[in-house]
């Protein structure tokens, strides 16, 4: 009698379109930022991906994703904070008063600027966490307050240069140790390592997660996503290091970036963040002290909001009355289309960071063919209205 072998086909193809529908939010912000770029890739005839062009669309969005981060914790907190382009742009007009002024030394200017956006979030952090004001009203009249205070600091005039080594902070480049022309063999040298350990990084969380049974990911969808992860860092060290070699920004950029993923993944603080957004009133009868969690939640958006400004300022060489001008809107739309959910609870690094390069892109994209800021707006505002809609869809069906 013939043995009945069964086809474990069905199976597999159900447990793979189960973790997809489970992590569609993910891996569909990653196809989305692919698509675009590939999109405008071939509509600005092959100019998007040039060497020149991506250093512009680092340094252009550097700011951006530096405040995503903070607003990304503030969001999953369950607030929102719509003075982030103020303080960026007072923080910036205070860095050219001290500096241009009254001669300060950078260093020195960069902490008292740090120093003070970290007040300014803990003044907008006291409001909402013990008064209960509502985060969006408190912020709003920040926004009015820092706004007004850029135009008293500055006198409604521009000021600068900088010194050129503030300048360094965001047009400044890592230096080539072996003295490459053509090519930055330093900036590919470190693209190539940071590749290397994000291969190992991976490798080895997923066999901790095998050996204690807990791996959740399809091998085939976690080979697909590391090797892609990892050959676009390669190819844009490239890309980068044939024109000038890595900016400093992006180096702030990416050890932000495992900073913050390792607190929401690794630490008990970000643990309590979303616990706080997913339900406060649980949160607080568990023993979470939901008032200093937020009150820290916005004293770091402060900070990042004053590094943004510092940064913004050193790559224009001068502080404007209008910087930080809709910055906001910027940052707080790239969280949403990185998939943090408006209700709170939910939110990635990855995920903003992706959000605020989708965002970057399609300005870059836009510019780059003409399209005027007016329809600029209206597409923007479109994809935002579209991200959200997702998210709430997904949530009313689940």
Same mark, same amino acid.
């Given at each position: 009698?013939?043995?009945?072998?069964?086809?474990?086909?069905?199976?597999?193809?159900?447990?793979?379109?189960?973790?997809?529908?489970?992590?569609?939010?993910?891996?569909?912000?990653?196809?989305?930022?692919?698509?675009?770029?590939?999109?405008?890739?071939?509509?600005?005839?092959?100019?998007?991906?040039?060497?020149?062009?991506?250093?512009?669309?680092v340094l252009q969005n550097?700011?951006?994703?530096?405040?995503?981060?903070? /607003?990304?914790?503030?969001? =999953?907190?369950?607030?929102?904070?719509?003075?982030?382009?103020?303080?960026?742009?007072?923080?910036?007009?205070?860095?050219?008063?001290?500096?241009?002024?009254?001669?300060?030394?950078?260093?020195?200017?960069?902490?008292?600027?740090?120093?003070?956006?970290?007040?300014?979030?803990?003044?907008?952090?006291?409001? =909402?966490?013990?008064?209960?004001?509502?985060?969006?009203?408190?912020?709003?009249?920040?926004? $009015?307050?820092?706004?007004?205070?850029?135009?008293?600091?500055?006198?409604? /005039?521009?000021?600068?240069?900088?010194?050129?080594?503030?300048?360094?902070?965001?047009?400044?480049?890592?230096?080539?140790?072996?003295?490459?022309?053509?090519?930055?063999?330093?900036?590919l040298l470190v693209g190539?390592?940071?590749?290397?350990?994000?291969?190992?990084?991976?490798?080895?969380?997923? /066999?901790?997660?095998?050996?204690?049974?807990?791996?959740?990911?399809?091998?085939?969808? *976690?080979?697909?996503?590391?090797?892609? *992860?990892?050959?676009?860092?390669?190819?844009?060290?490239?890309?980068?290091a044939s024109y000038k070699?890595?900016?400093?920004?992006?180096?702030?950029?990416?050890? $932000? /970036?495992?900073?913050?993923?390792?607190?929401?993944?690794?630490?008990?603080?970000?643990?309590?963040?979303?616990?706080?957004?997913?339900?406060?009133?649980?949160?607080?009868?568990?023993?979470?002290?939901?008032?200093?969690?937020?009150?820290?939640?916005? =004293?770091?958006?402060?900070?990042?909001?004053?590094?943004?400004?510092?940064?913004?300022?050193?790559?224009?060489?001068?502080?404007?009355?209008?910087?930080?001008?809709?910055?906001?809107?910027?940052?707080?739309?790239?969280?949403?289309?990185?998939?943090?959910?408006?209700?709170?609870?939910?939110?990635?690094?990855?995920?903003?960071?992706?959000?605020?390069?989708?965002?970057?892109?399609?300005?870059?994209?836009?510019?780059?063919?003409?399209?005027?800021?007016?329809?600029?707006?209206?597409?923007?505002?479109?994809?935002?209205?579209?991200?959200?809609?997702?998210?709430?869809?997904?949530?009313?069906?689940?």
């Amino acid at each position: 009698m013939s043995e009945v072998v069964s086809n474990p086909a069905p199976l597999v193809a159900k447990q793979y379109t189960g973790f997809l529908k489970n992590n569609m939010r993910e891996y569909g912000m990653l196809l989305s930022l692919v698509a675009i770029m590939g999109l405008f890739q071939v509509l600005t005839d092959g100019t998007l991906l040039k060497p020149l062009n991506l250093t512009n669309l680092v340094l252009q969005n550097s700011y951006i994703v530096i405040m995503a981060l903070g /607003m990304l914790l503030v969001i =999953v907190a369950g607030h929102i904070d719509l003075s982030v382009g103020s303080v960026c742009g007072f923080i910036g007009g205070l860095a050219a008063v001290l500096m241009v002024q009254y001669g300060w030394h950078p260093l020195p200017t960069a902490l008292v600027c740090l120093g003070g956006g970290g007040l300014i979030g803990a003044a907008q952090g006291y409001f =909402v966490a013990y008064t209960r004001i509502p985060s969006f009203i408190v912020t709003l009249a920040g926004m $009015l307050v820092f706004k007004g205070l850029t135009l008293a600091l500055l006198q409604g /005039m521009s000021l600068g240069p900088f010194p050129v080594s503030f300048q360094r902070l965001s047009s400044g480049f890592i230096p080539d140790v072996f003295g490459g022309v053509d090519l930055r063999l330093t900036s590919l040298l470190v693209g190539g390592l940071a590749a290397v350990a994000l291969l190992y990084t991976k490798l080895r969380s997923r /066999m901790r997660q095998n050996k204690h049974g807990m791996e959740d990911e399809p091998f085939p969808f *976690f080979l697909v996503k590391t090797i892609a *992860f990892t050959a676009a860092i390669v190819y844009f060290s490239y890309m980068l290091a044939s024109y000038k070699g890595l900016p400093n920004v992006l180096i702030v950029m990416v050890l $932000l /970036m495992l900073g913050y993923d390792f607190i929401t993944h690794r630490t008990t603080i970000g643990r309590r963040i979303y616990a706080l957004g997913g339900n406060e009133k649980a949160a607080r009868l568990s023993g979470i002290k939901t008032e200093r969690l937020t009150l820290y939640a916005f =004293v770091n958006m402060g900070v990042l909001a004053a590094l943004a400004g510092l940064v913004f300022a050193a790559r224009l060489n001068t502080a404007t009355p209008k910087a930080g001008l809709g910055f906001e809107l910027d940052v707080i739309a790239a969280c949403f289309i990185g998939g943090a959910s408006a209700s709170g609870g939910v939110g990635k690094v990855m995920g903003a960071v992706i959000g605020a390069f989708i965002m970057g892109v399609m300005n870059n994209g836009m510019s780059i063919m003409g399209i005027g800021i007016d329809y600029q707006q209206v597409i923007k505002g479109l994809v935002l209205l579209a991200a959200v809609f997702i998210d709430v869809y997904n949530k009313n069906k689940s």
